[in-house]
């Protein structure tokens, strides 16, 4: 019995020995998985991660002995009703921590000596908004349980990260972006800051940004530390950049900012034009066949010898729309088409082979935006060649039907007060008289229309950041901006460099005209993409321009509304030297009943008349009157929506520098179309 017990005793002593080895083995792989996790959980909340956000990301509670995570939430309808006025810059990073020993490797992203991007890429995106945690009115904060990829994730509203990827100039590589269907994961978009790579994930979508290699500013020292200097208001502004995201433009309606949008054609004004403009065709076709047939019969009879001249009489009197207009209706009578296919066959460019049409490279080998403007902006050029000229009416309750304006109530925007039109093709006869007098560009309009484009364009100015428009946008500032173009093309420079003794106290124009001359170098001879702080100086130096004179944004919206107004002061500026400029400065530009009178610009008018009627095969008098140019023998010039005043010379001067500057900002525009998934992207989106 003994034995029995001690076998029995021996036997739950091994027992017993065996169990506290395999818990103290569980507790001791617990231990090490506890230590692991938590090791990951202080790295994932280490300043290496969160950056500045990290003491307003933790908070303890029960007595301490607990730590709860948070991340800010941002929405645009807030930042919208808060008015915030962005600070768009490039994303730096945190200060760098200091190693206790030298490593062995050297950070291929680091910023500066300084600084190193965050771990968690949420912090960085938030930098390129400019967004700090002091600023709370902005954003709120909201708990985060769990880690995710071993950081701690910043939890977005789908449609909000959208317009704010707008809003930056991203863009995205789809050929183009459907708003109908859910979006196919994994998906990348390409900005001026960097690139945002959306994949799915065991919650949800998940996102992350990376920025961009260090941007190297272009413009000089000299010219960056005297602008830099100068003491200027921000201009940058949530509205407008919201407006310009979605391809439209930002008026002022009862004291508030608006959208101003112009949307695309409609459809069945366009087609019941060219329907008409068919019939009377092929009404006057068969009257010229009849008289042609009496015209025949009486050249038998030996009373007409001039066959050749009527001929040639009557195919010049025919229609620019006939020949087209005839055989395309002809077709639809055969074969019904689409819609797409009609407007195709009448202006439109579906495949562009961009390498045909002049570009010089393939897709993968041009910038992202390059490719994204050309389409729009080939299809503008089609247009005006056929004489097609866009009528701009009004349309209200437009946006409660195109996607746009979903991506406007997202975005905070009440779309009952915008502006709303669209757009009718149509030739010149049907658009010049008393309906739609006035154009910019290509683009025909009435009165009222052309008070809002002149609110509108003296809101688009630089502002710190790269002009971020969609396509359509894009491809329609850069017809309003074409004389601008065209006067620029070939120059070597916008003005002489003149000595800086020379301007007395008029030091932002001269230092405007150095600023405007390396722009306009750079933009000749070699191809660079401007950093942002680049477009700070740009937008400072605008702002410099405009304070010389309370009427600035009329003097801007003469030169840009009558294109002989710019060409003729661009040629007086090009003779100028030390001399001439006291002369010039003293001058004064005199504008009465719209008609601005300069007897400085008189020779110079008179000239370009002439050389536009030995080089002209058509009437001079219309391109004349095209140009801006009346009065008598055609010196003066015509400037719509402009109230009297005299101005001087150097109010002038930096009114056409301004100008200038607003056209190399928008030529260096980044074309967003990611406001496209606005109801594509999933509803909430994972930022690590």
Known sequence: MPESTDWISVASALVTTVIAFVTLLTVYAAALQLLSQRRAYRHSLSHAALGPWRHKALSSSL??????VSTPSVSLAKLTEQKWSPELEFPLGIPAPTPKKRPSFRDVEKANGAKVPARSTWVNFMQCLGLSPEEERFFDMQFESALLAGRVPMRWRGPDLVGLCAMLGFQSHEGKPSFSSPVQLPLQWTGPLGWVQFRDGFEGCVAEFRRRNDMIDQLSKEVSDYFRNQSVDSRCSLIRRLCHALGGLCVDVNGQERLFYVGPQDFERTIDFFLDAWEKDKGNKNEKEEDGKADDAKSHDGSGDNDSDSDSDTDSSTSSTGSSANELFNNIEKAPMPEEEILEKLW???????KRKGLGVKRGELRGDLVKSAPEEMRKKQRKEKGLKESLVPCPGLLSVVIQGEMATTCGLNISECVEYHRIFSLDEHVTGRVHPYHLGNMYMDRDTLKLFKDALSKLEPDGFYFSPTGVLGADIGD??????????GTEQVCPDISPAAWNSNRDVCWA????????TKRRTARATFSVEDMIIMSKASACLQRHSPSSSHLFWAL??????????RTRLQ???TTSLESLFTSKFQIKDEILVSRELADIAKESNQKAKADSDSEVSVQVE???????????????????????GEQMIAAFLDVCLRYYWIEKRWVTDVSMYTAAIPPTVMML
Not at 63 to 68: D, M, Q, V, Y
Not at 348 to 354: E, S, T
Not at 560 to 569: G, Q, R, S
């Open 560 to 569: 840009l509304v009558c294109p002989a107004l710019f060409t003729d002061l």
């Open 513 to 520: 005209i150095k600023l405007c001359n390396e722009l306009q």
């Open 480 to 489: 309003i901006y074409t004389h601008v173009r065209k006067g620029l093309f």
């Open 63 to 68: 007595f301490g002995l607990r730590t709860n």
């Open 626 to 648: 095209a140009m801006g140019r009346t009065g008598d023998d055609d010196v003066d010039f015509a400037v719509p929506e402009c109230p009297d005043g005299i101005f001087t």
């Open 348 to 354: 439109g460019v579906q495949n562009i082979d961009l």
């Open 575 to 577: 003779g100028l030297d």
